[in-house]
């Protein structure tokens, strides 16, 4: 079935750096969502992406909708602890009377204060 | 506005022993669905519903049923619980089926077989 290859796994980052994760795909889809989960909590919804090539920012956050649309982007500028948590990539292709989500696996985010 | 609501947050059981997870939404969505979260394994679609009336199975359907009598309550039910379904369940709700603006979660439900 469809996967989506989230990397990397789990980052530990210097507060006030820059980080980037990015999901792919052998499959082409036509929604890149993003979505953080704190723990305890179920994920919430970060960015949305609809059009190949888009480019979308959510204050710190800017996430990228690949040309192919096969793959996404996400980066988080000048990373503050508030950061902390699991990130994860999440694709569509809707259609009929499906389309449901598919998820990666997660980036896990840990933030040295 | 509760949002996406799910009860209980946490629950042990014994193996063999049957129960059901509730959720209930109140933003008058059509699109209901429930995900497993397992460590290193992402969230992985169980059973959705695209309307009251209508389910049909996901990725990892095996052991669970669902029922949708109503465009608020979606429950989950395990029959006859097994260790291999400990796990974190989520509930999650979006306006229509082709989920275009992304699911709301529930805060989920922790379920600890022994």
């Known amino acids: 079935g469809q996967q989506l290859n989230q990397s990397p796994q789990s980052m530990f980052i210097q507060e006030g750096e820059d980080v980037s994760m990015n999901c792919t795909s052998s499959?082409?889809?036509?929604?890149w969502l993003w979505y953080k989960q704190d723990p305890g909590e179920g994920p919430v919804l970060l960015i949305a992406l609809y059009k190949a090539g888009e480019l979308t920012s959510n204050g710190r956050l800017t996430a990228q909708f690949g040309i192919t649309r096969k793959d996404s982007f996400l980066n988080i500028s000048a990373s503050i602890p508030s950061d902390v948590g699991i990130y994860f990539c999440?694709?569509?292709?809707?259609?009929?009377?499906?389309?449901?989500?598919?998820f990666g696996k997660g980036t896990k985010l840990s933030v040295k204060p | 506005n509760a949002g996406v609501t799910q009860t209980p947050k946490f629950q042990v059981l014994k193996t063999g022993q049957s129960m059901t997870l509730q959720c209930a939404q109140d933003m008058n969505h059509e699109y209901m669905s429930w995900y497993r979260q397992d460590p290193g394994m992402g969230l992985r679609l169980i059973h959705y519903?695209?309307?009251?009336?209508?389910?049909d199975q996901g990725e990892v359907p095996n052991g669970y049923n669902v029922s949708r009598s109503t465009t608020e309550d979606f429950p989950l039910r395990l029959l006859s619980a097994a260790p291999s379904q400990t796990s974190v369940y989520f509930c999650?709700?979006?306006?229509?089926?082709?989920?275009?603006?992304?699911?709301?979660f529930g805060s989920g439900t922790r379920l600890t077989v022994v």
């Open positions: 519903s695209v309307g009251a009336g209508i389910t």
């Open positions: 499959s082409i889809f036509n929604t």
């Open positions: 999650a709700s979006s306006y229509r089926p082709g989920p275009l603006d992304g699911y709301t």
């Open positions: 999440a694709a569509l292709n809707y259609g009929g009377s499906q389309g449901n989500l598919i």
